[in-house]
């Protein structure tokens, strides 16, 4: 009898130690998954955060971009500007040549 019950009691322990195992697991298990919702919260947060970034970014460039553009426009006409007031303080040379050179004198 005494092994008997010396068997009952390991038996018991097995069965308690398999039980303690499978809440480990559970756990365990558990803990993983609740890692791995984080994780993904953390790396959708991360996309977002690029996102609005690179959003940024192009919008300041964009500006940049378009704030160059008018620069480059206004010394272009800066520079029509020039051309055409040195070609009207020509005018009566040209007109003077042409008429040398058209008309004989």
């Known amino acids: 009898m005494a092994d008997r019950s010396l068997l009952q009691s390991i038996r018991e322990k097995e069965l308690e130690t398999n039980i303690s195992l499978d809440v480990t697991r559970k756990e365990a298990a558990d803990?993983?998954?609740?890692?791995?919702?984080e994780a993904e919260g953390i790396v959708g947060?991360?996309?977002?955060e690029a996102a609005a970034?690179?959003?940024?970014?192009?919008?300041?460039?964009?500006?940049r971009i378009a704030q160059e553009?008018?620069?480059?426009?206004?010394?272009?006409m800066d520079r029509v500007k020039e051309a055409e007031a040195a070609g009207e303080q020509h005018?009566?040379?040209?007109v003077a040549l042409i008429v040398r050179t058209v008309v004989p004198d």
Do not use: G
């Not at 803990?31 to 919702?37: C, M």
């Open 69 to 76: 553009v008018e620069e480059t426009k206004r010394r272009e």
């Open 45 to 48: 947060q991360a996309e977002k």
């Open 31 to 37: 803990l993983i998954e609740a890692a791995r919702r």
């Open 53 to 63: 970034s690179a959003e940024e970014f192009t919008r300041q460039e964009r500006a």
């Open 91 to 94: 005018v009566e040379e040209a």
